[in-house]
C-alpha cells in the first residue's frame, strides 16, 4: 500500500506571495492532518480534516487554510506570506475510528518552504 | 507554551551505551507516541503507549508510560550508530482527536 504523498517537496517563494501544498492520504484513509515544523517551535498542529470538514484547527493566523476533497486529498493553503512562514510543512493520514480518539497517524516527506 | 517537555535536546553517546529519553507534561494524554524522523523525511511512528503503568518493548527500546499519564520515557539499551535520529513523543490530548501535541525532539547521535 502507497504511502502518503505530499506535492511538491521543495518550494521557494517570496514575501507576499501565497502557496498552495498538496497531499494524498494512504487509500483507504479518510482524516487528513496538516503540521508545521521549524527548529525554534518543532511540530505545531495545523488542523485536521475528515469528511471533507475541518475537525480540529490549531493556533495560526487565518492566512492558512485548507480543504480536504471526496476522495480525501487535502490541500493547505498560505496567502500573504511572511519570513517566519519558512518550514517543513508535514501531512498525515489516519483511518480515524467511528469513536473518535486518535489512530495511528502516517506521516508524509513533508514541504520544505522557503520564503524569502 | 509547551504542553510536552522533552529532554535532553541534545544527546551524543558512544555505541553500546544505554540512554534515556524523557518526555514530561502537567497535562494527562489519552495516549502518547513515540516517533523517529531522519533528515528529509517524515516522523515514522516507533509505539502508541495508551494505559498508565504501561511499558511496551521494542527490540532494544524500552517505552514506559507513567501512570498518571502525564510523562513518558524511551530508553535504548546498546545504542547503535543506526539508532541516530531525532526522537519525538506526541500526546493526544483526550479533547482532541487526531491533534497530535509534540515535544521539541531528541537529536540523538551514537558514535561508533
Known amino acids: 500500500k502507497a504511502g502518503v504523498t505530499q506535492t511538491p517537496r521543495y518550494l521557494i517563494k517570496t514575501r507576499g506571495q501565497q502557496v498552495t501544498l498538496s497531499c494524498s492520504p494512504i487509500?483507504?484513509?479518510?482524516?487528513v492532518s496538516w503540521y508545521q515544523q521549524t527548529p525554534g517551535q518543532g511540530l505545531q498542529f495545523l488542523f485536521e480534516y475528515f469528511s471533507e470538514t475541518q475537525r480540529n484547527k490549531g493556533n495560526f493566523p487565518g492566512r492558512f487554510s485548507g480543504r480536504q476533497f471526496s476522495n480525501s486529498r487535502s490541500e493547505m493553503n498560505v496567502s500573504t506570506l511572511e519570513l517566519g512562514d519558512s518550514a517543513l510543512y508535514l501531512c498525515?493520514?489516519?483511518?480515524?475510528?467511528?469513536?473518535?480518539?486518535?489512530?495511528?497517524?502516517?506521516f508524509g516527506p513533508g514541504t520544505r518552504l522557503t520564503v524569502l | 507554551t509547551q504542553l510536552l517537555e522533552q529532554s535532553p535536546q541534545f544527546l551524543s553517546i558512544q555505541e553500546g551505551e544505554n540512554l534515556t529519553v524523557y518526555c514530561n507534561s502537567s497535562s494527562v494524554f489519552s495516549s502518547l507516541q513515540w516517533y523517529r524522523q531522519e533528515p528529509g523525511e517524515g516522523p515514522v511512528l516507533l509505539v502508541t503507549v495508551v494505559t498508565g503503568g504501561e511499558v511496551k518493548k521494542l527490540k532494544r527500546l524500552t517505552f514506559q508510560f507513567g501512570d498518571a499519564r502525564k510523562d513518558s520515557s524511551l530508553h535504548i539499551t546498546a545504542a547503535q550508530p543506526g539508532d541516530t535520529g531525532l526522537y519525538l513523543c506526541a500526546g493526544a490530548q483526550i479533547q482532541g482527536a487526531q491533534k497530535l501535541v509534540f515535544g521539541q525532539g531528541t537529536r540523538l547521535t551514537i558514535n561508533p
Open positions: 498525515a493520514s489516519s483511518f480515524r475510528l467511528a469513536g473518535g480518539g486518535t489512530d495511528t497517524q502516517y
Open positions: 487509500s483507504g484513509h479518510r482524516s
